[in-house]
């Protein structure tokens, strides 16, 4: 009876033990998969990512519109350049906003009538002080000082025109990269702002 019970503990010790050893090799084999397992690797964005992303901090204008769309495009042609000498450097996205449907209401957000009523001919006529003068005027000093509140840098003095429209640069740096901010103001249309960015 004493042999048996010693025999029976003798058992017991021993695949407790291969137990034992078969676990730590486990543990030793999972640990050399999980540290050999790469860590994974951050998608480097390129010019044009980059310029669709930062183009999202853009403030919009200063009045309500219509609708927005943003889209990768060409370099901006003014200065270009000067401001471009390596274009494989450099990409552009643009965003367009239109407010023509809505140019009353446009108007009155900016303090503004987009109609004047004539006693003459007895019936509204664009009001074309306010329309030809006042809004731009209006419209770009609001700009100016939404786009000084992020940090951006007037470029072009009031009245500059391109393609015969009113025309403002912006610019600013931003770690490695150098940016312009183009806009453009279509009347009672549309306005644009064109971003480049520049990889130094």
Not at 99 to 119: A, H, I, N, P
Not at 134 to 157: C, H, I
Request: net charge positive; proline share 6%.
């Amino acid at each position: 009876m004493l042999i048996f019970l010693l025999g029976g503990i003798f058992l017991l010790a021993r695949n407790n033990n291969n137990f034992l050893k078969n676990l730590s090799k486990n543990q030793t084999v999972n640990t050399s998969k999980e540290s050999s397992t790469p860590a994974p690797s951050v998608k480097k964005l390129s010019l044009r990512e980059i310029c669709l992303e930062k183009i999202k901090d853009l403030p919009p204008p200063p009045h309500r519109y219509e609708n927005t769309n943003t889209l990768g495009t060409l370099l901006p042609l003014y200065d270009g350049r000067k401001r471009f000498p390596d274009e494989d450097k450099a990409s552009a996205c643009e965003t367009k906003y239109d407010f023509f449907k809505v140019r009353e209401q446009v108007f009155t957000d900016m303090g503004l009538t987009y109609y004047k009523f004539s006693k003459s001919i007895n019936a509204n006529l664009p009001n074309y002080p306010d329309l030809l003068v006042n809004f731009p005027k209006k419209v770009d000093s609001a700009y100016e000082q939404a786009m000084k509140l992020k940090g951006w840098e007037r470029k072009t003095a009031y009245g500059e025109k391109y393609g015969g429209l009113p025309y403002t640069v912006f610019y600013k740096e931003d770690g490695i990269y150098k940016m312009y901010t183009d806009v453009t103001l279509g009347g009672d249309d549309f306005m644009t702002t064109i971003l480049s960015v520049i990889k130094n």
